[in-house]
């Protein structure tokens, strides 16, 4: 079903009203307290919200209308602004975000069949500089806002009409992996807040289950994420040894590898039902040897886990090469036959930079003729290079 308005509200700078989006269920009784209004009040524009997804007061049709009238003057209910939206010639669908500062970051939908995870982002820019991904080229700006956060997965269900919220087994927007674009472990506050609106089963009702937080290795958020959250836990790891992840990943000499793997084996939660995945692009002659898979094997001894081999994604000006089929299926193998699952993930959306590590910003102020151009160029550059791979050029 489509949502209750056809076009959501969305918040802008010179805006005083306050949006309700994003506010806690505590914080939401809080303010229409100080509004006037009783507990109950709260409760109905929760289900309003996030379970009708419904963004104009008018159509809160259990709020009397003088009420209706008189909020329209002190709140709204926003959305961030779909500053450009993209879908892949596989259906993976990207959106630019625009927040009412102007900042933007990306959103992305993955399909798989008959459902499909939204991939969100936790910063503008990256607060990390992993040498492969593209984020990481960006310098962060600033972290996002709950609400800001939320309203990312509440513009894909306005984009494929998935309001009211629906039964497990009639969602297409199914999980959630905060994977987008920064740190969420450097923006815990934030993010929780926004994951327990998420998974509140009176309103969007995406279960912990159904929702992956990946973390490039913030040790001392990792178990108060398990704790105060209950998530699935993804860990981009990406190498085997101190000295090969400090290369690519600076945050390993930070927090390295020792600390990191204890980390996971104190994870609340983690077992053999639900592991942790270790996420590993490969990166041809860095990380990709059958020595380093038998590296891996070591490295997570007795951590209930599992391996996402991720084929490298080209951006442009990127130094590094993806493996070549063969290499990364001997490398799979290994870690098959040591009783791992090890699947190697399609990479998706790559023509339109969808894929993961692709994801970047900026906040040049452009031309509507000078956006289409630059979005028509990059689309190119990212099929040319796709193209010259598929060859072997």
């Not at 959106?95 to 995870?117: C, N, S, Y």
């Not at 910003?361 to 099929?383: F, G, V, Y």
Request: charged letters at 25%; proline letters at 6%.
């Amino acid at each position: 079903m489509a949502p209750d308005s056809a076009r959501p509200e969305t918040a802008h700078a010179t805006d005083s009203r306050t949006n309700l989006v994003g506010l806690s269920r505590e914080a939401l009784a809080a303010t229409m307290a100080k509004f006037g209004e009783k507990p109950f009040r709260a409760k109905q524009l929760w289900h309003w919200i996030y379970h009708r997804g419904a963004t104009d007061f008018a159509d809160m049709t259990d709020l009397s209308k003088a009420l209706r009238t008189k909020m329209v003057d002190h709140f709204v209910v926003a959305r961030p602004k779909i500053a450009r939206e993209q879908t892949s010639t596989d259906s993976t669908r990207k959106w630019l975000m625009e927040f009412d500062d102007g900042q933007k970051a990306e959103t992305v939908f993955i399909p798989d069949d008959d459902r499909g995870a939204v991939c969100v982002s936790s910063q503008v820019g990256c607060t990390l500089t992993c040498r492969f991904c593209h984020t990481g080229t960006q310098r962060l700006v600033r972290n996002l806002t709950p609400a800001e956060i939320v309203g990312q997965f509440m513009v894909a269900r306005d984009s494929y009409g998935e309001w009211p919220t629906p039964t497990d087994e009639g969602r297409l927007l199914s999980n959630i992996v905060m994977m987008g674009m920064g740190e969420p472990l450097y923006n815990f506050e934030n993010v929780a807040t926004a994951l327990k609106i998420i998974m509140d089963g009176e309103g969007i009702a995406v279960g912990k289950r159904r929702i992956t937080l990946s973390t490039s290795g913030v040790v001392p958020e990792i178990h108060r994420c398990g704790a105060e959250l209950g998530v699935n836990l993804a860990i981009s790891l990406h190498a085997p040894d101190d000295d090969t992840r400090s290369v690519i990943m600076p945050i390993n000499k930070k927090y390295p590898l020792k600390e990191l793997m204890q980390a996971c084996r104190d994870y609340p939660g983690a077992s053999n039902a639900r592991r942790i995945t270790f996420e590993y692009v490969m990166l041809k002659g860095m990380n990709d040897t059958p020595a380093h898979a038998r590296a891996l094997i070591k490295l997570t001894k007795d951590i209930p886990c599992k391996f996402n081999l991720i084929p490298f994604n080209p951006w442009p000006g990127t130094p590094y090469e993806c493996s070549d089929a063969a290499t990364v299926e001997t490398f799979a193998q290994v870690l098959w036959d040591a009783g791992f699952s090890a699947p190697v993930r399609t990479p998706r959306g790559r023509d339109i930079l969808a894929a993961c590590g692709q994801l970047k910003t900026d906040s040049e102020r452009l031309s509507a003729k000078e956006q289409r151009l630059k979005d028509a160029a990059e689309a190119e550059a990212a099929k040319q290079m796709w193209a010259e791979k598929e060859a072997g050029i």
